[in-house]
T-cell receptor, first 116, second 115 residues
Framework: AQKVTQAQTEISVVEKEDVTLDCVYE???????LFWYKQPPSGELVFLIR??????QNEISGRYSWNFQKSTSSFNFTITASQVVDSAVYFC?????????????FGEGTQLTVNP | DGGITQSPKYLFRKEGQNVTLSCEQN?????MYWYRQDPGQGLRLIYY???????QKGDIAEGYSVSREKKESFPLTVTSAQKNPTAFYLC??????????????FGPGTRLTVL
């Protein structure tokens, strides 16, 4: 079975603070993929990043960065110098290629509120 | 512009009625998916389709039905057998790969309320 845990239900920060959203996953597959999505108040999920299990290199995209550590089964997401527009629900998702094909297993999400 | 459209945005249904939610994509993706999202929760997979004329049940398929007669279209019917259909429904599509799993792109969603 696959599982994604986002232990932080809600996070509230003040603008310009850095914030890290945690994601811990479980899978028995040797080949798997991890994703992060953003869901603003409008409701539509916006794709942020895809990472496969063989690529542990951290990635940075503007104010966003991701830390993938297979040793701890974590794929954490950091927003640097947060802005009010970052307020949204963020979902981490997992797909094990052998057991689930293209199906995604989502975490429960973390509600991020950035206050001015 | 390429993307996924869902209609209607809001839908109200009386108990005992079937309703159909529309999902159309012009991304030329082979795979399409339907998810249900309840307040404060993650997404749960209802049905998915990897190719035209074929689809599989997801984790919560009971009370729902789908069809995939065209590549661009994957309508979802919420039947009267679905006991608690009030939720936010999201449609997604992706490239279908044998050796890889690709990101899914989502539509704007349909909010269904049973009166």
């Amino acid at each position: 079975a696959q599982k994604v845990t986002q232990a932080q239900t809600e996070i509230s920060v003040v603008e310009k603070e850095d914030v890290t959203l945690d994601c811990v996953y479980e899978t028995r597959d040797t080949t798997y993929y991890l994703f992060w999505y953003k869901q603003p108040p409008s409701g539509e999920l916006v794709f942020l990043i895809r990472r496969n299990s063989f690529d542990e290199q951290n990635e940075i995209s503007g104010r966003y960065s991701w830390n993938f550590q297979k040793s701890t089964s974590s794929f954490n997401f950091t927003i640097t110098a947060s802005q009010v527009v970052d307020s949204a629900v963020y979902f981490c998702a997992l797909s094990g290629r052998e057991t689930s094909g293209s199906r995604l297993t989502f975490g429960e999400g973390t509600q991020l509120t950035v206050n001015p | 512009d390429g993307g996924i459209t869902q209609s209607p945005k809001y839908l109200f249904r009386k108990e005992g009625q079937n309703v159909t939610l529309s999902c159309e994509q012009n991304l030329n993706h082979d795979a399409m998916y339907w998810y249900r999202q309840d307040p404060g929760q993650g997404l749960r997979l209802i049905y998915y389709s990897q190719i035209v004329n074929d689809f599989q049940k997801g984790d919560i398929a009971e009370g729902y039905s789908v069809s995939r007669e065209k590549k661009e279209s994957f309508p979802l019917t919420v039947t009267s057998a679905q006991k608690n259909p009030t939720a936010f429904y999201l449609c997604a599509s992706s490239i279908s790969g044998i050796a890889s799993v690709f990101e899914q792109f989502f539509g704007p969603g349909t909010r269904l309320t049973v009166l």
